[in-house]
Structures are given as structure tokens and as C-alpha cells.
């Protein structure tokens, strides 16, 4: 009996020791992270049996819609029937059944011209495009020339979502959706380029070549839209290893890690940062052999890996690939290098010492899995809980508002207010800098760019600015001309909207729209240059300066001021040619007149005498330094 039961311990033991052993190995294999390079894509798909919580709120956000097959669950656009006329062109958005088309007719004659099928929708949050394909199965996609704006709820030229003048052709924008947007709006892009060879050659006898419109690919995705492979990986070799129950077993009780996915909350700042600055950044593939290489297979960096061994990130300073448009880049960030356009926040977060000093990543303010899915930012994320992690000692309202000279529960004493102003533009609307830095006049009027205490108050100058700062936090900058050449003693609103090129007219005028907690006669100063820009050269300028005269016609309505200028502007079209609109302003002016009458009289800093009528010579002065540098500018978007 003694034998048997040493034998069965023995035995035991063995067992026992040979699951630990197992145990001990698969924590081990786990751990060793595979080539992720060489890793196939499963699909998000493949993760929702065993992650069905995250699957879930990622299925919620705008990643995921963000390309998807045109069906009539996924369209947004009003597919009415209803012509779009522009250029001697009429558009019709048409719809049959699940098939959506652009129809293209001669205007006036009526003969038809084409008729493409919409086959893919792009984006779903503030706007939405819509792409073709010729031919049509097995050829390039093409974005067409109308896209669906959202809060407008109206068709726009998708010429006017770009910083333009009125004068683009007609065909200016519909650009190869393969040759670039490609790579960010989905999910393991191969955009198969079929004549690279042919346009090199091309290049090489001294023919133009347009590579962004004279490319033809057959592009194949993973997955439309961004999926979770692009932020964790390629999943096959994830999904593989834990087809193992005792595999997840083991990993689950032992707390362990598991290599074969990427896991962002687990990188260092570095290297979870990059994991968004694939996309968040605008780049390029560091050598030409990537840029073929991207041309024909995709983009080689996978979540996880160094993305400065695979791109460089384009800055002011990198050298423009378009011979006849040196200043490409350069047009896209401030004259101190701090980004002016959306998809540069990487950039910008690299410029910021919260990032190299403090290690401070993407992921400590957005929450890609919670939050509201617009920024997806949590509610506790949107007020200064991030910034507190660092700066305890404004965690009290003592020692905030010491710090913001502005009430605790204001605006101003928000820290992204005054640390990530407004003053970046892109998709149609303007968006918080992501280089986190000090309010600066000096700075400000240096770069050109907007200062985040004129951002709230318009009417005032950069020398006002730089009095308070001087005054309330000892500020010991020095405040010498504004890179404009705009009066450092001119409300900096007013600098902005008649002086300014297209990016500063369009923050200006978004800014004025908001309730910033200013009384509505204050937010009212900022009225005359709003409707000058009524008559702006750029379509995005007239459309933002609609917007907000309408909410400070709402704002003095209720208010007890009374005003019909909202109801004015109902029938203006900002899309319309001067000639169109030119009924509709009319009534812009004669309600603006009924109404200055009852304001009280504008501020010192205004170019405006007492009756709000523009001072001549400082008006002329401001419009002048806006012809000067009323340049388009490319997004890149």
C-alpha cells in the first residue's frame, strides 16, 4: 500500500509539475512578441467572441464608419433627385433601392454627360464623401465632386471644404482616394499602384506628371474603415495562440501579458503616441524604396514598432515634392512651426514639453474605447483632470483661479482654453492646437497665428493682451510687431478677419460664433468684420461668418436686444456667386442697420467710429494686408 502511494504522489507530482512546466512555458512563449510584419489581418470580426465589450465600443465610434460600402444603411447624403448646378454642370444625386449615383447633365441643355454609382462612403461624424470606381470591380477610386455636410445638413462642393478661392475648376478635387487617403481611413490598405514604372519614366523625359491624379491602382483593404488591428496589430497570430483554452487559462490567473497583440496602454508614451501619429500625422515613407513599397503593399509600420524607422513626419521645413509649389508644406504650420491644420496633432504633441519632459501620450487625454465618440473624450477628460496628474496644485479652486485670474467654473479657467487654444483648421471646422504651451502675445503676433486670450476676447488688442499678462502674472515677454503688419493696438479679431489669410479668417470667425460667457453687446462688436466676410473671395470664409452672426443674433434676441439678422440670413447661399447672394445681403445689411442703432457704441480698439461704421484708412489698412497674403492653402487632407 506504501508503494502505491508513493507511486500515485510521484505521479501527482509529476502531473503538477508538468502543468507548471506547461504553465511556465506558455507564459514564456506569450511574452515573445511575433513579426508583426509578416502577421496576416483577421478583421475586427475576429475579436468580438472573446472581447465583445471592446469590440462593441469600438463599433460605436467614428473609426469604425469611417469608409464603408455605400448602402442605404451607411448614406447620409439626401440622394433627392434635386439638381446641384455649379460650373455649367448639374449634379443629381439619385437614388434606386440600395444603389446610389452622381448623375452629370449639361446645364441648361439638359444632355446627359455621365452617370457614376457611388460605391463607398467616407466618414460619418462632420461630413460625408462619396467615391466611384472606373472602371468599375477592378480599377481606382475616385472621390466625386459633392460631399454631405452633417450639421448643415446641405450638399457642399467638396471644392469649398478646402481653404479656396470661388475660381477652382470644376474637377479640382476629385482626387484618387487610392493614392492617399488610402492609407488612413482603413485598415491594412494595399493600394496595388498598376503604372508606377510608367510615370517614373514619364518624369525622367521631362513630361509633367500629377502622381495624385495620374496614378491607377487596384487597391484591396483588410478592412474598410479603422479597425482594431490598426491600433493592437495584425490579430492572425493572436487569434491562433489563444484558440488554446489553457493557453487564456494560464494568462488570465497569472496576470501575464500576452506578446502576439499590441496593447497601447502598455507601450511607453513614445511608442503609444506613435501608434496615432500613424494617422495623425502627416508623413512620408522615409526612403523611396518605402514610398514604393507603400505604393504597392501599404504602409510597413504596425502598431507597436518604432514608426521613425518606417515615415518622417512632415514639418514646415521638409522639402516640397510639387516644383510649382515650393511653399506646400510651409503653408501648413504658423511662422513658428506649430501646426495650423487637423491631422498635424502628433506634431504638435512632439513640440510640447508635456510630451518630451513629461511623457504625457495620446492615450492620457482620449479614451479609445469610452468617452463621447466626437474626440472621444471622456466627461471627466474634458475639464483639467489630465493636466492635474502633473499640476496638483491647481487642483483647488483657491489655487486655480490664483493661477486663471478667471472664476473656477468658467471657460477661462479651463486649461486646454489657454493651453490648446483654437488654432488649428481642418474637415470644415477648427480644432484645439495640440502643442500645449503658454499664452504668449509676443509669440502670437510673431507667428501669426491666434492667441488664446483674444480667442474669447475679439474686441481686444494684443497689446491689452500683453498689459494683463504683464499686470496680473508678471509676464516679462516682449511684444514688438505682429508678422501681419496689422497696429499691435487693433482688436485682434478685427486683425484677424479682414487681415488675415484663410486659416485665421476661419478660427477668427468660428471663435466669434461661441458663447464664451461674454455679455452678447461684447460678442456684437465683433459683427461689422463678420459681415464684411459675407463677401470674402473664400467660400469656407462666408460660411463660418454665417454661422456666427447667427448665434450672436440669437444671443441678442435673447438678450432683450431685437434683431432680425438671423431671419436675414435664411436665404443666403455661401456657396452662391456674389451675383446670386447679392438679394440676401441686402436684407443682411438692412437688419444690421435696425440694429446698431441700439447697441451701445463700439469699443476703442474697433476700426470703427462711434456710429459702427468703418474707420476708413485703419479699415483700408486691414484689407490691404489681406489682399497681400490671400494665397490658397492645401490642406493635404
Given at each position: 500500500?506504501?508503494?502505491?502511494?508513493?507511486?500515485?504522489?510521484?505521479?501527482?507530482?509529476?502531473?503538477?509539475?508538468?502543468?507548471?512546466?506547461?504553465?511556465?512555458?506558455?507564459?514564456?512563449?506569450?511574452?515573445?512578441?511575433?513579426?508583426?510584419?509578416?502577421?496576416?489581418?483577421?478583421?475586427?470580426?475576429?475579436?468580438?467572441?472573446?472581447?465583445?465589450?471592446?469590440?462593441?465600443?469600438?463599433?460605436?465610434?467614428?473609426?469604425?464608419?469611417?469608409?464603408?460600402?455605400?448602402?442605404?444603411?451607411?448614406?447620409?447624403?439626401?440622394?433627392?433627385?434635386?439638381?446641384?448646378?455649379?460650373?455649367?454642370?448639374?449634379?443629381?444625386?439619385?437614388?434606386?433601392?440600395?444603389?446610389?449615383?452622381?448623375?452629370?447633365?449639361?446645364?441648361?441643355?439638359?444632355?446627359?454627360?455621365?452617370?457614376?454609382?457611388?460605391?463607398?462612403?467616407?466618414?460619418?461624424?462632420?461630413?460625408?464623401?462619396?467615391?466611384?470606381?472606373?472602371?468599375?470591380?477592378?480599377?481606382?477610386?475616385?472621390?466625386?465632386?459633392?460631399?454631405?455636410?452633417?450639421?448643415?445638413?446641405?450638399?457642399?462642393r467638396?471644392?469649398?471644404?478646402?481653404?479656396?478661392?470661388?475660381?477652382l475648376?470644376?474637377?479640382?478635387?476629385?482626387?484618387?482616394?487610392?493614392?492617399?487617403?488610402?492609407?488612413?481611413?482603413?485598415?491594412?490598405?494595399?493600394?496595388?499602384?498598376?503604372?508606377?514604372?510608367?510615370?517614373?519614366?514619364r518624369?525622367?523625359r521631362?513630361?509633367?506628371?500629377?502622381?495624385?491624379?495620374?496614378?491607377?491602382?487596384?487597391s484591396?483593404?483588410?478592412?474598410?474603415?479603422?479597425?482594431?488591428?490598426?491600433?493592437?496589430?495584425?490579430?492572425?497570430?493572436?487569434?491562433?495562440?489563444?484558440?488554446?483554452?489553457?493557453?487564456?487559462?494560464?494568462?488570465?490567473?497569472?496576470?501575464?501579458?500576452?506578446?502576439?497583440?499590441?496593447?497601447?496602454?502598455?507601450?511607453?508614451?513614445?511608442?503609444?503616441?506613435?501608434?496615432?501619429?500613424?494617422?495623425?500625422?502627416?508623413?512620408?515613407?522615409?526612403?523611396?524604396?518605402?514610398?514604393?513599397?507603400?505604393?504597392?503593399?501599404?504602409?510597413?509600420?504596425?502598431?507597436?514598432?518604432?514608426?521613425?524607422?518606417?515615415?518622417?513626419?512632415?514639418?514646415?521645413?521638409?522639402?516640397?515634392?510639387?516644383?510649382?509649389?515650393?511653399d506646400?508644406?510651409?503653408?501648413?504650420?504658423?511662422?513658428?512651426?506649430?501646426?495650423?491644420?487637423?491631422?498635424?496633432?502628433?506634431q504638435?504633441?512632439?513640440q510640447?514639453?508635456?510630451y518630451?519632459?513629461?511623457?504625457?501620450?495620446?492615450?492620457?487625454?482620449?479614451?479609445?474605447?469610452?468617452?463621447?465618440?466626437?474626440?472621444?473624450?471622456?466627461?471627466?477628460?474634458?475639464?483639467?483632470?489630465?493636466?492635474?496628474?502633473?499640476?496638483?496644485?491647481?487642483?483647488?479652486?483657491?489655487?486655480?483661479?490664483?493661477?486663471?485670474?478667471?472664476?473656477?467654473?468658467?471657460?477661462?479657467?479651463?486649461?486646454?482654453?489657454?493651453?490648446?487654444?483654437?488654432?488649428t483648421?481642418?474637415?470644415?471646422?477648427?480644432?484645439?492646437?495640440?502643442?500645449?504651451?503658454?499664452?504668449?502675445?509676443?509669440?502670437?503676433?510673431?507667428?501669426?497665428?491666434?492667441?488664446?486670450?483674444?480667442?474669447?476676447?475679439?474686441?481686444?488688442?494684443?497689446?491689452?493682451?500683453?498689459?494683463?499678462l504683464?499686470?496680473?502674472?508678471?509676464?516679462?515677454?516682449?511684444?514688438?510687431?505682429?508678422?501681419?503688419?496689422?497696429?499691435?493696438?487693433?482688436?485682434?479679431?478685427?486683425?484677424?478677419?479682414?487681415?488675415?489669410?484663410?486659416?485665421?479668417?476661419?478660427?477668427?470667425?468660428?471663435?466669434?460664433?461661441?458663447?464664451?460667457?461674454?455679455?452678447?453687446?461684447?460678442?456684437?462688436?465683433?459683427?461689422?468684420?463678420l459681415?464684411?466676410?459675407?463677401?470674402?473671395?473664400?467660400?469656407?470664409?462666408?460660411?463660418?461668418?454665417?454661422?456666427?452672426?447667427?448665434?450672436?443674433?440669437?444671443?441678442?434676441?435673447?438678450?432683450?436686444?431685437?434683431?432680425?439678422?438671423?431671419?436675414?440670413?435664411?436665404?443666403?447661399?455661401?456657396?452662391?456667386?456674389?451675383?446670386v447672394?447679392?438679394?440676401?445681403?441686402?436684407?443682411?445689411?438692412?437688419?444690421?442697420?435696425?440694429?446698431?442703432?441700439?447697441?451701445?457704441?463700439?469699443?476703442?480698439?474697433l476700426?470703427?467710429?462711434?456710429?459702427?461704421?468703418?474707420?476708413?484708412?485703419?479699415?483700408?489698412?486691414?484689407?490691404?494686408?489681406?489682399a497681400?497674403?490671400?494665397?490658397?492653402?492645401?490642406?493635404?487632407?
Amino acid at each position: 500500500m506504501r508503494t502505491k502511494s508513493v507511486l500515485a504522489a510521484s505521479a501527482l507530482v509529476a502531473v503538477v509539475a508538468a502543468i507548471g512546466w506547461a504553465a511556465y512555458s506558455t507564459i514564456v512563449a506569450a511574452g515573445q512578441a511575433p513579426d508583426f510584419a509578416a502577421v496576416r489581418f483577421t478583421g475586427s470580426a475576429a475579436c468580438e467572441s472573446c472581447h465583445d465589450d471592446r469590440h462593441a465600443s469600438w463599433a460605436r465610434t467614428f473609426h469604425r464608419t469611417m469608409t464603408q460600402t455605400a448602402t442605404a444603411a451607411t448614406v447620409q447624403g439626401d440622394f433627392n433627385g434635386v439638381a446641384l448646378n455649379y460650373g455649367g454642370v448639374s449634379v443629381i444625386p439619385q437614388q434606386d433601392g440600395e444603389q446610389f449615383w452622381f448623375e452629370y447633365r449639361q446645364a441648361g441643355s439638359g444632355e446627359l454627360l455621365n452617370r457614376l454609382p457611388v460605391l463607398r462612403t467616407v466618414g460619418s461624424h462632420r461630413y460625408q464623401q462619396y467615391l466611384t470606381q472606373e472602371p468599375v470591380g477592378d480599377g481606382t477610386y475616385y472621390r466625386l465632386h459633392y460631399l454631405w455636410h452633417n450639421l448643415d445638413q446641405q450638399w457642399v462642393r467638396v471644392n469649398n471644404a478646402f481653404l479656396h478661392g470661388d475660381d477652382l475648376p470644376f474637377d479640382q478635387m476629385v482626387s484618387v482616394w487610392d493614392h492617399n487617403c488610402i492609407f488612413c481611413h482603413n485598415t491594412g490598405p494595399e493600394p496595388n499602384i498598376q503604372n508606377f514604372d510608367e510615370l517614373v519614366a514619364r518624369a525622367r523625359r521631362g513630361e509633367p506628371v500629377n502622381a495624385a491624379n495620374d496614378a491607377t491602382y487596384r487597391s484591396s483593404v483588410a478592412e474598410l474603415g479603422i479597425g482594431c488591428e490598426s491600433c493592437h496589430a495584425p490579430g492572425q497570430a493572436h487569434v491562433d495562440a489563444n484558440q488554446s483554452v489553457f493557453r487564456r487559462w494560464v494568462l488570465k490567473l497569472s496576470g501575464s501579458g500576452d506578446a502576439t497583440i499590441v496593447n497601447p496602454e502598455k507601450l511607453d508614451a513614445q511608442r503609444s503616441t506613435q501608434i496615432c501619429g500613424q494617422c495623425h500625422a502627416q508623413r512620408v515613407p522615409k526612403t523611396d524604396a518605402l514610398l514604393r513599397q507603400w505604393l504597392d503593399d501599404g504602409p510597413t509600420y504596425r502598431a507597436g514598432m518604432n514608426l521613425n524607422e518606417h515615415v518622417s513626419p512632415i514639418w514646415d521645413w521638409t522639402p516640397s515634392p510639387a516644383r510649382d509649389n515650393p511653399d506646400l508644406y510651409r503653408d501648413r504650420f504658423w511662422a513658428d512651426g506649430s501646426p495650423r491644420l487637423s491631422a498635424y496633432e502628433y506634431q504638435g504633441l512632439l513640440q510640447s514639453r508635456c510630451y518630451t519632459e513629461a511623457q504625457l501620450s495620446c492615450i492620457d487625454c482620449h479614451a479609445m474605447h469610452g468617452g463621447d465618440p466626437a474626440g472621444m473624450i471622456s466627461e471627466r477628460n474634458r475639464g483639467n483632470a489630465p493636466c492635474l496628474d502633473c499640476h496638483q496644485q491647481f487642483a483647488e479652486p483657491a489655487g486655480l483661479v490664483e493661477h486663471t485670474q478667471h472664476q473656477p467654473d468658467s471657460q477661462a479657467s479651463n486649461c486646454y482654453a489657454c493651453h490648446m487654444p483654437y488654432a488649428t483648421y481642418g474637415v470644415m471646422t477648427t480644432h484645439r492646437t495640440h502643442r500645449i504651451e503658454r499664452p504668449d502675445p509676443g509669440k502670437s503676433a510673431a507667428a501669426g497665428k491666434p492667441n488664446a486670450c483674444t480667442n474669447c476676447h475679439q474686441d481686444r488688442s494684443l497689446q491689452w493682451v500683453a498689459n494683463e499678462l504683464r499686470q496680473r502674472w508678471g509676464w516679462q515677454g516682449e511684444l514688438h510687431t505682429r508678422l501681419d503688419g496689422a497696429p499691435l493696438a487693433i482688436a485682434d479679431g478685427y486683425a484677424q478677419l479682414l487681415a488675415g489669410n484663410a486659416v485665421q479668417k476661419a478660427i477668427a470667425a468660428v471663435e466669434a460664433g461661441k458663447d464664451q460667457g461674454l455679455p452678447a453687446s461684447q460678442r456684437a462688436q465683433l459683427l461689422p468684420a463678420l459681415l464684411a466676410l459675407l463677401d470674402d473671395d473664400y467660400p469656407s470664409s462666408r460660411r463660418f461668418a454665417q454661422h456666427s452672426i447667427a448665434s450672436i443674433s440669437r444671443a441678442l434676441n435673447q438678450a432683450g436686444l431685437k434683431n432680425e439678422l438671423e431671419s436675414a440670413l435664411a436665404d443666403y447661399d455661401w456657396q452662391a456667386t456674389s451675383q446670386v447672394r447679392a438679394p440676401a445681403r441686402a436684407r443682411i445689411d438692412a437688419a444690421w442697420a435696425q440694429l446698431q442703432a441700439t447697441l451701445p457704441a463700439p469699443s476703442s480698439e474697433l476700426p470703427l467710429n462711434e456710429q459702427w461704421r468703418p474707420d476708413q484708412a485703419a479699415w483700408a489698412q486691414l484689407l490691404e494686408i489681406g489682399a497681400r497674403q490671400d494665397r490658397q492653402i492645401s490642406i493635404g487632407e
